[in-house]
T-cell receptor
Framework: RKEVEQDPGPFNVPEGATVAFNCTYS??????FFWYRQDCRKEPKLLMS???SGNEDGRFTAQLNRASQYISLLIRDSKLSDSATYLC???????????FGSGTQLTVLP | DTGVSQNPRHKITKRGQNVTFRCDPI?????LYWYRQTLGQGPEFLTY????????KSRLLSDRFSAERPKGSFSTLEIQRTEQGDSAMYLC?????????????????FGAGSRLTVL
């Protein structure tokens, strides 16, 4: 089983839609969680950290469920510019490396 | 300093040749990472430096791969006797011990990557 798993998609949604992605992780000792965004042929960029209590940044909401070992990202009122691959990232144990999921591809259609 | 710089951006080479990639991190960042990414996959961790010390290496990093960060600033990643399976995007990222989120973890800034094609 992969350490971090995501539904690869693609998710094709109309503008204005609400879309949610889940990501599961296998290491119950995982400490920190992030969502990164990667545009086609570009480098990953931090979208938001995921806090235990859940957090919101504009149209984006991230949540953590430690009991079920998953994190989620909710995007409200989708924009064309939200089209990208969303990467789930987990830091586990004493390792300083970030483990990335394989990404979920989102296309927002006009 | 405008961010993490990597070069060359693209490299096409024949199987069996050696290639070297360079990464210049954000100047105040003391942590530097190398990742590899293939199409449809997320970045895979290769190795990590804190200052000039290489503290972790993935088992993905075979003997043909070597990374250095001699003065704790720029880093090089060399691949010897390249194979077609080495074709990928090689991403460098840096972070600062001080640049931690509320959870106390690293936030990475990535370079644009060096794309390797082995023929």
């Amino acid at each position: 089983r992969k350490e971090v798993e995501q539904d690869p998609g693609p998710f094709n949604v109309p503008e204005g839609a609400t879309v949610a992605f889940n990501c599961t992780y296998s290491n119950s000792a995982s400490q920190s969680f992030f969502w990164y965004r990667q545009d086609c042929r570009k480098e990953p960029k931090l979208l938001m950290s995921v806090y235990s209590s859940g957090n919101e940044d504009g149209r984006f909401t991230a949540q953590l469920n430690r009991a079920s070992q998953y994190i989620s990202l909710l995007i409200r009122d989708s924009k064309l510019s939200d089209s990208a691959t969303y990467l789930c990232v987990v830091i586990s144990g004493s390792a300083r490396q970030l483990t990335f999921g394989s990404g979920t591809q989102l296309t927002v259609l006009p | 300093d405008t961010g993490v710089s990597q070069n060359p951006r693209h490299k096409i080479t024949k199987r069996g040749q050696n290639v070297t990639f360079r990464c210049d991190p954000i100047s105040e960042h003391n942590r530097l990472y190398w990742y590899r990414q293939t199409l449809g996959q997320g970045p895979e961790f290769l190795t990590y430096f804190q200052n000039e010390a290489q503290l972790e290496k993935s088992r993905l990093l075979s003997d043909r791969f070597s990374a250095e960060r001699p003065k704790g600033s720029f880093s090089t990643l060399e691949i010897q006797r390249t194979e077609q399976g080495d074709s990928a995007m090689y991403l460098c990222a840096s972070s600062s011990l001080l640049g931690q989120g509320a959870s106390g973890a690293n936030v990475l800034t990535f370079g644009a990557g060096s794309r390797l094609t082995v023929l």
